[in-house]
């Protein structure tokens, strides 16, 4: 069974960091790409960033380009995102998520974590 654990969500004032971890088990972690998608109120859940199996790409959504970073642990079958100069408008539920391809985590990923809040004040 496949579980994908996030964890390091939390209040922080506009301008701080934050960095998100993503626990994975029951799969074998370096087969899957990973990624990380928000979803705010009254909004659809959008893509946030991913990274290949091996961590040798990434790719970033425009609105996090410059202030967000990626990275994943095969040996602790983890994957981070660290978070800088953190808005208010990424306020958010923020969730991991697990593809074996890059296309497939682009589009439709089949397995995804419950999610963890991040709350930025102004």
């Known amino acids: 069974q496949v579980q994908l654990v996030e964890s390091g969500g939390g209040l922080v004032q506009a301008g701080g960091s934050l960095r998100l971890s993503c626990a994975a088990s029951?799969?074998?972690?370096?087969?899957?790409?990973m990624g990380w998608f928000r979803q705010a109120p009254g909004k659809e859940r959008e893509f946030v960033v991913a990274?290949?199996?091996?961590?040798?790409?990434?790719v970033y959504a425009d609105f996090v380009k410059g202030r967000f970073t990626i990275s994943r642990d095969n040996a602790k079958n983890t994957v981070y995102l660290q978070m800088n100069s953190l808005k208010p408008e990424d306020t958010a539920l923020y969730y991991c998520?697990?593809?074996?391809?890059?296309?497939?985590?682009?589009?439709?990923?089949?397995?995804w974590g419950r999610g963890t809040q991040v709350t930025v004040s102004s």
């Open positions: 029951g799969l074998t972690f370096d087969n899957y790409a």
């Open positions: 998520a697990a593809a074996l391809s890059w296309t497939g985590l682009r589009s439709t990923p089949p397995y």
């Open positions: 990274i290949t199996r091996s961590g040798s790409s990434t």
